[in-house]
């Protein structure tokens, strides 16, 4: 799982869950300032809340950066605000996928988490293609090039 973060020289690209691989990839960051990072996460609204959706965004963004990022240089953090839609058919960002330079991807059933990894059956593979890769990369910007995927507050 390591193997894409070691090719990345100048961008990683994450969707799902990643806290396995984050300190390493914090700890790539701060060695490699060029280096660009984007998270994609889901923030779930539990069934039955009806707090505010900011308010829920601003909770989760808090602990993010307290507790769940180990590093002092910040990724770019986006989400998807249908999750949080109490009244909308809502929606999940449920892809799970490091895209490492546009060189090569990985995806997979798991989230990158210990529980996921070490409990869990999973399967993923590791496609080192660039028009693979560029094609990945570029559906997730879309999306964030298009708003439907929000960035993360930094605070």
Known sequence: MSQPLRVAGFEVIISGR????????????????????????NIQRKKGDTTASEQLVRKFANHFWRTDWPGSSRPNVYFDPRALDQDGPGGVLHAKAVVADEEAVFITSANLTEAALDRNIELGVLIRDRAIALTIAGYFRSLIDRSLLEPLPLT
Do not use: C, D, G
Request: proline letters at 4%.
């Open 18 to 41: 990643f806290w396995v691989i984050a300190k390493v990839l914090a700890r790539r960051m701060e060695t490699t300032p060029a280096l660009r990072v984007t998270l994609l996460l």
